[in-house]
């Protein structure tokens, strides 16, 4: 279970408008609060701005977060390979003309978006779902935002922080073999020094760490990062 975790199967189990139990947004199983999320939106507005064009938000999961930022840009795209939570995506966030939420993955993205789209493209959105890539997955997906001319900013959010990977696993053993396993139920923790190592794989993006305030519930052992494309 633990080693293989089905994304797809375990949203399926929940409750049709239960938006954050079914990403595991949650804490001991219960959806965190609003004010919680409202962190999340504060924290990647604070970073990605307001008035842009084109969002894609990849692994936007069931649409709620990706919702969230409907007054920030023109146009939004939401890209997940699970059809069960795009199929609650478009039941409930895709009424306005705005939205665009499709079933897709890293290996077929530039199918999935049409050259105009991927030509429009300034900001890109991945939260909760980078530490589930494998390296494959992460080297096709940089391969193809480099070929985007308009893409000027990623933001990977809720990344798990091996080096305080204590602060989470407090009340039972730490599993070792699952915390270098994207296939694990929480993904594979990196420190941030194994994540700017891995992103001097694509030197054409600048990296820097985001610290989400102290009360947000998962400060103590996840952060997040912004890339941005260094001048030519």
Known sequence: MYENFDHDKYARQQKDDDFWGQVKRTVNGIPVAEVQIQIIENTVTQHLGLNNKYLLDFGCGNGALTYRFADNYERIIGIDPSNFLISIANKYFAEEKKFSFRVGESANIAEILDLKERIKIEHILCYGVFPYLSQTEIDELFAEFATWPSLEKIYLG??????????FFTEYPK?????????????HWRTLKQYMDLFKRFPEWEVCRVNTPDHFYASNYRFDLLLRKRSA
């Open 158 to 167: 809720n990344l798990p922080d091996y080096d305080r990977k204590e602060n």
């Open 175 to 187: 599993p070792e073999h699952l915390l270098r396993n994207h296939t694990s139920v929480i993904g």
